[in-house]
């Protein structure tokens, strides 16, 4: 709280990209196409990879360097080209106006009042993380109330989208919300299970990806709001 | 041995400064987009001969219009001549007068003016004039929480809203610089300005379709030197914007820290180095972006609003 003083440089530098973290996840909650709204959980995860590197970097971990390469090589590239080809594959998202997948009428609320109820949960997010004493002298203050906020913004993205897609992306966001934790707390958590995380969302895209398919052969639909007619 | 010069002086020189570089501020910003469109554009003086030629010619008035409709481009004036008495706009220590007002008081300025511009506008009767009025009064409500934010985490930064205490304590450290407190902040006070100035994501600067405008709008029904003295307010208020954001927010070097003559020449030579420098990048976000429907513009306001409520909750709560 001590506002007046400034963290370091490197505190500094990793909070913006934190704070980059956060605003990438609230694009997310305002994007209109399907293709933009992979395209910036890439760039999100690409985020993560650099900032895993700085830290590797300024701590003087290596082994982060390895966990980078992994997290970029599956969250930029393969998870996108996944989501991409499901996109392409069953005409995913063509129900949904436009061959691109326009998924902006998805939301149950109007843009501007969806923004301003993410902007309060994630200061709910500030409030709750303001009260842990976790993390040292060093540690870049804000990065952890960030992360929180970046959790509870991907609940609103997964609750106020009825696309499966955006429910997917939501989650796998959360994924990266909560290796934002882990770096700025536990840089020196063992590689071990860090990478039994990442492949924990592996699993997930799998899971998501059987769900979407077989989702959109029964429903002929991405939305979320025909499986109410599914109830007996 | 150069010269020294007094106090008063330099004051006078901040207004002077600012009310002469700001037609060719405007100026070089639509040069630079013509040349980014590949056209090759009016001189970066055609704002001067602009206001020479409207000085000279008659002024007219719509039948009923009392004398507010006269002399509210003339109080708008003033207040743009005082608000940089406020400002750093030229050295790093403050000035006298500097502590007339905070950065509160020199937004009050800057939107009495817009007030008197808008009140002018509603006296013509003209539609489009009220219109613009109405609609740039509409838009202002939901800017101002906004600045108010911005205002918030330069409070939480310095501890006083004074502007040179901010631009101080962003000389102070690199660490302040990377704090994304400020960064959030600046970001918001961009997109503000974008907004005030009528830049492209919500205004097509200078342009003849009325349906999209909001403030090019409300000088519908003034002519002559009163014109005159409108597009050079509104010259004005832009370069003030822009110097707050480079001078406090952005960029606070190359002020001057003493009284001396090149001193304070060269940081006037800096200053506008500086604004020609945003103003290139505003040309270039004119020319990348369309134009937003006039109903998303508070979805613009939105995305600001949320950059100036994040920088507070990552100064106050997260200790960033």
């Not at chain 1, 090589?73 to 996944?82: D, E, F, G, S, T």
């Not at chain 1, 934002?180 to 071990?192: D, G, H, K, N």
């Not at chain 1, 860090?194 to 052969?217: C, K, Q, S, T």
């Not at chain 2, 409207?54 to 005082?82: D, H, I, M, N």
């Amino acid at each position: 709280m001590s506002a007046g003083h400034a963290p370091g440089v490197y505190a500094g530098g990793a909070d913006v990209i934190a704070v980059l973290i956060l605003l990438a996840e609230f694009g997310m909650l305002r994007q209109a196409l399907a293709r933009d709204q992979v395209r910036l959980y890439a760039a999100q995860s690409g985020l993560i990879s650099a900032l895993a590197v700085i830290v590797g970097a300024v701590r003087g971990l290596p082994e982060l360097y390895l966990l980078a390469g992994l997290s970029a090589a599956l969250k930029i590239m393969v998870i996108p080209l996944v989501l991409r080809r499901l996109l392409r594959a069953g005409r995913v998202g063509a129900d949904l106006a436009g061959p691109d997948g326009d998924i902006a009428r998805s939301g149950g609320m109007s843009l501007a009042s969806t923004v301003l109820v993410a902007t309060a949960v994630a200061a709910a997010g500030f409030f709750a993380a303001s009260h842990f004493t976790v993390g040292g002298a060093a540690a870049p203050p804000a990065a952890l109330s960030l992360s929180v906020s970046v959790v509870l913004v991907a609940f609103i993205l997964m609750i106020h989208r009825r696309d499966v897609l955006s429910q997917a992306i939501g989650l796998f966001s959360l994924e990266n919300a909560i290796s934002l934790a882990a770096l700025v707390i536990a840089a020196s958590l063992p590689l071990v299970l860090e990478a039994a995380l990442l492949f924990d969302l592996l699993v997930a895209v799998i899971v998501f990806g059987l769900l979407i398919r077989i989702h959109h052969g029964r429903a002929e639909s991405l939305s979320t709001t025909d499986l109410t007619s599914l109830r007996g | 041995m150069s010269v020294v010069l007094p106090v008063p002086v330099i004051q006078a020189l901040q207004v002077v400064t600012i009310i002469g570089a700001a037609p060719g501020v405007s100026g070089l910003i639509s040069r630079v987009e013509a040349r980014l469109q590949g056209r090759r554009g009016p001189r970066v003086l055609q704002p001067y001969h602009d206001l020479a030629k409207l000085f000279r010619k008659e002024a007219l008035a719509p039948q009923g219009a009392s004398w507010v409709f006269l002399a509210a481009p003339a109080g708008a004036f003033a207040c743009y001549l005082t608000v940089p008495l406020l400002i750093p706009v030229l050295t790093s220590y403050p000035l006298p007068l500097g502590y007339l007002g905070d950065i509160l008081g020199g937004g009050f300025i800057l939107s009495l003016a817009s007030f008197l511009v808008a009140i002018a506008a509603l006296e013509s009767g003209s539609p489009y004039a009220q219109l613009g009025a109405s609609r740039a009064k509409t838009f202002g409500a939901i800017t101002e929480p906004v600045v108010l934010f911005v205002v918030f985490t330069v409070a939480l930064l310095t501890g006083t809203d004074l502007p040179y205490a901010l631009a101080a304590t962003v000389r102070a450290s690199a660490g302040q610089i990377m704090r994304p407190a400020h960064l959030l902040a600046a970001a918001a006070l961009l997109m503000v300005i974008l907004y005030e100035t009528g830049r492209i994501p919500v205004e097509t600067h200078a342009a003849a379709s009325e349906l999209g405008m909001i403030e090019e709008a409300r000088p519908f029904e003034h002519s002559g030197p009163y014109l005159a003295l409108l597009r050079w307010g509104a010259a004005a208020k832009q370069l003030i914007l822009y110097t707050i954001f480079v001078n406090v927010f952005a960029a606070p070097w190359g002020l001057a820290s003493s009284q001396r003559a090149p001193a304070v020449a060269l940081a006037a030579a800096a200053l506008l180095g500086k604004a020609a420098l945003l103003g290139c990048l505003v040309a270039v976000i004119d020319s990348s972006f369309a134009k937003l429907r006039l109903f998303k513009i508070t979805e613009f306001a939105a995305a600001a609003f949320l950059l100036a409520v994040l920088g507070v909750l990552t100064l106050y709560l997260g200790g960033g």
